[in-house]
């Protein structure tokens, strides 16, 4: 019995440890919801199972709702996209793609509810940017491919090469798409940018967390895996 409740002591303090240390808020709460399971475990073993149900019921399960629950309430990400082949697209009504993934990855890391918007090219979703409609615009946009604006930032998040085909310049994105429909595509590679979500400036809160999680994505190997899965 004992051993069962340093086991458990340790666990405990671990557990609060990664809560201090939590990067994001739905981290935070999930590891909130483990330390009040260890702490459930430790109050069973030491002969309060009545104080050990309570701890179980209200302290974990009902307050990790209702925190889960205000953080989703607290932000919506709302994301404008040109719809772009192997970026961001529809496919049977549901939305696919390498920039949707990430995106629903990092959706996954905090907790927030994602709402997309269509639009029809870069300036009208730059528009509804520059007006607070939407917080973030992507859809196979790399550094060049819109200039610096007050408004937003750009968050490089993938590596690509321009190409030189016949008198124009095009990405890589646009390379991929020309060799589906033409036998034959001669270009060589010019100079190197990246492909970017662009954000609103004053989404503080959101750019943190994006840049973030894009890193967490990148050290774990999980963006490589995406990229590689789709381009």
């Given at each position: 019995m004992l051993f069962a409740v340093l086991i458990f002591s340790s666990l405990y303090l671990l557990a609060a440890?990664?809560?201090?240390?939590?990067?994001?808020?739905?981290?935070?709460?999930?590891?909130y919801g483990i330390l009040g399971f260890f702490s459930s475990v430790m109050m069973l073993l030491l002969g309060?199972?009545?104080?050990?149900?309570?701890?179980?019921?209200?302290?974990?399960?009902?307050v990790?709702?209702?925190?889960?629950?205000?953080?989703?309430?607290?932000?919506?990400?709302?994301?404008?996209?040109?719809?772009?082949?192997?970026?961001i697209y529809k496919r049977n009504e549901?939305?696919?793609g390498l920039e949707w993934e990430i995106?629903?990855?990092i959706q996954g890391l905090e907790g927030y509810h994602i709402e997309p918007f269509e639009f029809e090219n870069v300036q009208k979703a730059l528009e509804a940017l520059k007006a607070g409609t939407v917080d973030i615009v992507c859809g196979g946009l790399t550094d060049e491919s819109v200039e610096d604006a007050w408004f937003f930032v750009k968050i490089p998040y993938l590596k690509t090469i321009f190409f030189k085909l016949g008198d124009?310049?095009?990405?890589?994105?646009h390379l991929k798409s020309l060799r589906t429909t033409e036998e034959k595509v001669e270009a060589?590679?010019?100079?190197?940018?990246?492909?970017?979500?662009?954000?609103?400036?004053?989404?503080?809160?959101?750019?943190?967390?994006?840049?973030?999680?894009?890193?967490?994505?990148?050290?774990?190997?999980?963006?490589?895996?995406?990229?590689?899965?789709?381009?």
């Open positions: 440890l990664a809560i201090v240390g939590a990067k994001t808020n739905f981290k935070a709460v999930i590891w309060a199972p009545d104080v050990a149900l309570t701890q179980f019921t209200v302290g974990v399960t009902l990790i709702l209702v925190y889960i629950m205000a953080i989703r309430k607290q932000r919506r990400v709302r994301v404008g996209y040109i719809s772009t082949p192997y970026m549901d939305l696919d995106i629903s990855r124009k310049e095009v990405d890589y994105l060589v590679p010019t100079r190197k940018t990246h492909y970017v979500f662009l954000l609103a400036e004053t989404a503080e809160d959101l750019k943190n967390f994006v840049i973030s999680d894009l890193k967490e994505l990148e050290a774990t190997g999980e963006l490589k895996r995406i990229v590689e899965r789709y381009l």
